[in-house]
Nanobody, 122 residues
Framework: QVQLVESGGGSVQAGGSLRLFCAASGYTSYSTYCMGWFRQAAGKGREGVAAIDGAGRTSYLDSVKGRFTISQDNGKNSLSLQMNSLKPEDTDMFYC???????????????WGQGTQVTDPS
């Protein structure tokens, strides 16, 4: 069973940096997959921020290009999102997601984590 657990959220001022982590398990048997970071503000829909597939292809939301970097660490076991030059509009709940047997771009993600919150202390 696929499990995704996010961490790394917290309070950060505009202009600061934060790194989110997603611990992934249960999908090492998939030779192709997509993993992504999504965010959702209160009262709004979920928005794709960045994604990566098993071939290392990446995609980013236009508003985060040049500021956010998605990467996999420890092979398939961990997904990261390095967020730099954070803006007030980046303060959302961030979710990690996975879709097996996938190549980017993907419109569907079948497995989701519980989310980690990024807030602005101001």
């Amino acid at each position: 069973q696929v499990q995704l657990v996010e961490s790394g959220g917290g309070s950060v001022q505009a202009g600061g940096s934060l790194r989110l982590f997603c611990a992934a398990s249960g999908y090492t048997s998939y030779s192709t997959y997509c993993m992504g970071w999504f965010r959702q503000a209160a009262g709004k829909g979920r928005e794709g921020v960045a994604a990566i597939d098993g071939a290392g292809r990446t995609s980013y939301l236009d508003s985060v290009k040049g500021r956010f970097t998605i990467s996999q660490d420890n092979g398939k076991n961990s997904l990261s999102l390095q967020m730099n030059s954070l803006k007030p509009e980046d303060t959302d709940m961030f979710y990690c997601a996975l879709e097996p047997w996938c190549k980017l771009p993907s419109e569907t993600y079948s497995y989701w984590g519980q989310g980690t919150q990024v807030t602005d202390p101001s």
